[in-house]
Nanobody, 122 residues
Framework: QVQLVESGGGLVQAGGSLRLSCAAS????????RGWFRQAPGKEREFVAG???????TYADSVKGRFTISRDNAKNMVYLQMNSLKPEDTAVYYC????????????????WGQGTQVTVSS
């Protein structure tokens, strides 16, 4: 089992920045993919960004150029730096973990955090 804990959400004005963190513990994989998803009220959960053990990254078109995913292997941490935030970025953000890389479907990730709320005011 892999346990994931997110932190760093909050309320920010449009144009502002937030940094989300995700700590992993438990039986982690040596080859893995980690992702960030988000879910707004009344909408399906959608892929935001992903990073592989090899450092390759994938982004949703809606966040390219604004969000950056990174990792710290020594600490089993993954981060999502979110800049130029827009009201449409408002959602609960979830950290996810998989033994596959470069997957954008939520079904490819068996392990999930509890989520952290990000609210962007206009």
């Amino acid at each position: 089992q892999v346990q994931l804990v997110e932190s760093g959400g909050g309320l920010v004005q449009a144009g502002g920045s937030l940094r989300l963190s995700c700590a992993a513990s438990g039986r982690t994989f040596s080859n893995y993919g980690r992702g960030w998803f988000r879910q707004a009220p009344g909408k399906e959960r959608e892929f935001v960004a992903g990073i592989c053990w090899s450092d390759s990254t994938t982004y949703a078109d809606s966040v390219k150029g604004r969000f950056t995913i990174s990792r710290d292997n020594a600490k089993n941490m993954v981060y999502l730096q979110m800049n130029s935030l827009k009201p449409e970025d408002t959602a609960v953000y979830y950290c996810a973990y998989s033994n596959f890389c470069s997957r954008t479907s939520a079904t490819s990730y068996p392990y999930w955090g509890q989520g952290t709320q990000v609210t962007v005011s206009s």
